[in-house]
């Protein structure tokens, strides 16, 4: 069965310094990957996507930055944080478009 | 911009009864829908998924499709206190790889 991972579960950080958050996938291969990010009381906004290693699509344009080292791992780093950056980190992987996402257990960062 | 839109509730129903959760989408070009579950602090978890007109039925859960008026329910029978959370619906939109969320309905059961 597949297992998606993330870590940190949470993180406090002051304004201005790097973040980099990291998920992998286990038991798929080639699977697409998300990053989302949740605001309190807030719905889910789309931050990247990947669907293949190297190759990353960005749907918001800010301080925040995504890379696809390896085929089942995703990274998220901002090289200096904002206050506005404060939020749950999600990520999902799908397998192949039109199939269903799955959610990792999230990262709930605070940006002091 | 494509839009999947939701009451953001709270919906209170009491124990035991039918709990009804709807959502409107605005891309005719969907092709894929999605029900999921999130609790408080947690991340969403997919309870339901349907892709053609009609009803889709699993255990408690009924997930129906219109394509023809962009409508996507969920119901809930005999609804328990565990089912209280935040209902998200979700479709794939604005292109095969992303999928745009509600803003979720949050349900109260109340025992």
């Known amino acids: 069965s597949q297992t998606i991972h993330q870590w940190p579960a949470t993180l406090v950080q002051p304004v201005g310094s790097p973040l980099s958050l990291e998920c992998t996938v286990e038991?798929?291969?080639?699977?697409?990957l998300y990053w989302y990010r949740q605001a309190a009381g807030r719905g889910l906004q789309l931050l990247f996507y990947?669907?293949?290693?190297?190759?990353i699509s960005s749907e918001v344009p800010q301080n925040l930055s995504a890379s696809r080292p390896q085929d089942r791992q995703f990274i998220l780093s901002s090289k200096k944080l904002l206050l506005s950056d404060s939020g749950f980190y999600l990520c999902?992987?799908?397998?192949?478009?039109?199939?269903?996402?799955?959610f990792g257990p999230g990262t709930r960062l605070t940006v002091l | 911009q494509k839009e999947v839109e939701q009451n953001s509730g709270p919906l209170s129903v009491p124990e035991g009864a039918i709990a009804s959760l709807n959502c409107t989408y605005s891309?005719?070009?969907?092709?894929?829908f999605f029900w999921y579950r999130q609790y408080s602090g947690k991340s969403p978890e997919l309870i339901m998924s349907?892709?053609?007109?009609g009803d889709k039925e699993d255990g408690r859960f009924t997930a129906q499709l219109n394509k023809a008026s962009q409508y996507v329910s969920l119901l809930i029978r005999d609804s328990q206190p565990s089912d209280s959370a935040t209902y998200l619906c979700?479709?794939?939109?604005?292109?095969?790889?992303?999928?745009?969320f509600g803003i979720g309905t949050k349900l109260q059961v109340i025992p």
């Open positions: 891309d005719r070009g969907s092709q894929s």
């Open positions: 999902a992987w799908s397998q192949g478009p039109y199939n269903e996402q799955f």
């Open positions: 979700a479709t794939y939109s604005g292109g095969y790889q992303k999928v745009t």
């Open positions: 349907i892709y053609s007109n």
């Open positions: 038991g798929t291969s080639n699977p697409n």
């Open positions: 990947s669907v293949g290693i190297g190759q």
